[in-house]
C-alpha cells in the first residue's frame, strides 16, 4: 500500500546538537517529497521541497534533508538546533499521478533539552 | 501579499449541527485543498477545488462538502457533525492543478460536544 512511514514519534535533543528526522515511502514511482514543521497549535509551515535535480535541498531555518531513492527515503537533518526548532514535523508526498493531495506522515515531536 | 487566512480560528459544536468553515487563498493562488487533522496525527486529505471545482476528494462521506468562489475563496461544510469530527480542519492553497507547493493557513479547531 502507498504510504509515507516517520519511524520517531518523538525524539529529544539537547540545544545545540545536531538532528536527524526519519521519512520513508511506499510509491512505486518518486513521489514530490515535503516537510512542514507545525508548532503547537498553529498550520503548517514549509521547511523544504524535493521535486528533482540535486538529491541534497536546502530549506529554511538552516534545515536540509537528502533524497536517497535506493532507500525510498527522506530524512530532514539540521546540524545544530535551537530551543526554537521545538515543534512536530511532518513528512508529505505528492503522488505523481492521481490526485494532487499531500500524503502525509504520522509526524514526530521533537523536544529539546537546554 | 497575503497568507492563506482561516475563520473561525476555534469552534464548539454539538451533535449532529451543521458547520461552515472558510479559507481564503493565498494572493495569486487559484486552488484551495481541506485536510482533516485529529489530535496526535497527520492531516488527511478531504477534498481539493481548482477553479471553483471539486478536483479530487478523500476517503471523506458525503456530509463533508465544500465550496470554491470566484474570488478562489472556500468554505468547508460539514453536515450531521458527530463527535469524532473533532480535529484541526486545515486550509492550504496553491497555484495550479500540478504538484505545486501548498502553503497552509492556521487552522479552524472544531470541538464537537
Redesign the interface.
Known sequence: AQS?TQPDIHITVSEGASLELRCNYSYGATP?L?W?VQSP??????LL?Y?SGDTLVQGIKGFEAEFKRSQSSFNLRKPSVHWSDAAEY?C?V?P?QG?????????TRLTINP | ETGVTQSPTHLIKTRGQQVTLRCSSQSGHNTVSWYQQALGQGPQFIFQYYREEENGRGNFPPRFSGLQFPNYSSELNVNALELDDSALYLCASSQGQTQETQYFGPGTRLLVL
Not at chain 1, 41 to 46: E, F, I, S, T, V
Not at chain 1, 99 to 107: D, E, H, I, R, T
Request: hydrophobic residues 50%.
Open positions: 509515507v514530490y515535503f512542514y497549535g498553529q498550520g503548517l509551515q514549509l521541497k521535486f511532518f508529505a505528492v505523481r490526485a494532487q493531495k499531500l500524503v502525509f506522515g504520522q509526524g
